[in-house]
């Protein structure tokens, strides 16, 4: 067998419908500016695909800071790694502002939100030490724990009382291995918008001995009074030991960061493999991020417009019967009955018959005959953009319980 023979043989779970969803289902084509409508495929449509969510992205003072750092320093400044030579005090004033953001004393930035995180996990366990975590773990969760040599415990999708079970488990192995405890969550669960369940998690510490670490890639500049994130949002904040954002949602831009007690950042700092031996975040992404914080920070009628939108599309789609889930997050799933075969003709009705561009989420990520059409709404969606979209999903739905979409369709 030649290594390459998988290649053609095997595409893997999402590469097997490649030749048939290429350019349209995976891999398609946005253009224009980044808004409310984009072009696909020649033709404008209204877009609640983007993590776009305080509408930053585009806004003038963001581009016109991303363009003058661009201008000033390059794309390749600071050239090599933070720790040997592309340390600069842009980044640690970033830090320093992110920290103070989330109320936490330390922060420290990473490339990538993904490569972070499964660099905070490999960092922060050591053979001795059992992880338990979430059953709806993000993929780079995932990930960080391949890299752990010590036992790992699953607990099913915010099911508390098996957390317990999973922390006694936890504990007693401790106990043997003379490791510690780290339970991994997100703030906001990022396909159906359901937040993890922190205020239960964080009672358990008074009856085991355990850290917590939050992946809030959806709930950092969403969540909380000053959307300081989903540990804001509870009033919980000092509860959490380790929290994680990323640059890639509320942030439009790339990177992440992560913040925490000074000890334990500047332990993060010296031993994150994924941050060491790789090249430090280009300046422009660092200006970029500075200004995009105090947007953040300083406007809070971006996360109003979001919540206004946000709050008009769910209590809409509810009025008109779709089952929306457990969100509490601007992430919004319309949940319908049916297979992969109907989530791929609703969502080509939708998008060629209503222009309305929205991701669809189908078995085996939500169970089978679910269907799971993923809206994401933002500050630049308006509420002629919400009424439009409400009344499209009810016709769709229509066309659903009466089985229109019932025939195979055809190749593309
Ligand atoms: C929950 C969650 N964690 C982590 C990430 C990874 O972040 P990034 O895109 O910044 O690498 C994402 C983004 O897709 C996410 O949704």
């Known amino acids: 067998m030649d290594l390459f023979d998988k290649c053609e043989v095997n595409m893997g779970p999402l590469g097997t419908y490649a030749d048939r969803a290429e350019g349209y289902y995976m891999f398609p084509k946005l253009e224009g500016e980044i808004s409310n409508k984009m072009m696909f495929q020649g033709k404008e449509r209204l877009v609640w695909s983007l993590n776009n969510y305080l509408g930053l992205a585009n806004h003038p003072e963001v581009r016109k800071a991303d363009a003058q750092a661009a201008k000033d320093w390059g794309m390749a400044y600071p050239m090599g790694a933070r720790m040997m030579s592309g340390h600069t005090k842009y980044h640690e004033q970033l830090e320093q502002q992110l920290a103070d953001f989330v109320g936490r004393p330390s922060a420290y930035l990473l490339n990538y939100g993904y490569q972070g995180m499964v660099s905070i996990i490999s960092t922060m366990v050591n053979r001795n030490d059992v992880i338990v975590y979430d059953s709806e773990a993000h993929a780079c969760i995932i ?3 391949r890299l752990h040599f010590g036992k790992r415990f699953v607990y099913p999708h915010n099911d508390m009382e098996n957390l317990e079970t999973q922390l006694k488990r936890a504990t007693r192995m401790v106990a043997k291995t003379g490791g510690g405890i780290l339970v991994i969550t997100e703030g906001v669960y990022g396909m159906a918008g359901d937040l993890g369940n922190l205020p239960a998690i ?3 510490k008074e009856k085991y001995n355990f850290r917590i670490l939050i992946d809030d890639a959806h709930g950092f500049g969403t969540m909380g009074p000053t959307g300081a994130g989903t540990d804001e949002h509870y009033g919980i904040q000092d ?3 380790i929290y994680f954002g990323t640059f890639a949602k509320s942030m439009a831009g790339i990177g992440g960061f992560v913040a925490g007690d000074e000890k334990v950042i500047k ?8 941050q060491i031996f790789a090249k430090s975040l280009p300046m422009p992404m660092v200006i970029g991020a500075l200004k995009r914080l105090e947007l953040l920070r300083n406007d809070p009628s971006h996360r109003e417009k979001l919540w206004t939108v946000v709050n008009a599309l769910q209590k809409g ?3 008109a019967g779709m089952n929306i889930g457990a969100t509490e997050s601007p992430v919004t799933p319309v949940i319908l009955n049916g ?8 969502t080509y009705d939708l998008r060629e ?3 309305i561009f929205c991701s669809i989420v189908a078995y085996p990520v939500v169970p089978k005959g679910t269907i799971l059409l993923r809206l994401i709404p933002t500050a630049v969606h308006t509420l002629e953009d919400v009424a439009y979209t409400i009344e499209s999903f009810r016709t769709v739905k229509m066309k659903l319980d009466n089985k229109e979409y019932a025939q195979e369709m055809k190749a593309m």
């Not at 297979?339 to 609703?346: L, S």
């Open 339 to 346: 297979g992969v075969n109907e989530a791929t003709q609703i």
């Open 202 to 204: 964080v009672a358990l």
């Open 143 to 145: 990930d960080g724990m």
């Open 317 to 319: 789609l509810k009025d």
């Open 353 to 355: 018959n209503y222009d």
């Open 239 to 241: 509860k959490i030991d």
């Open 267 to 274: 332990f993060l700092k010296y031993n994150m493999r994924s």
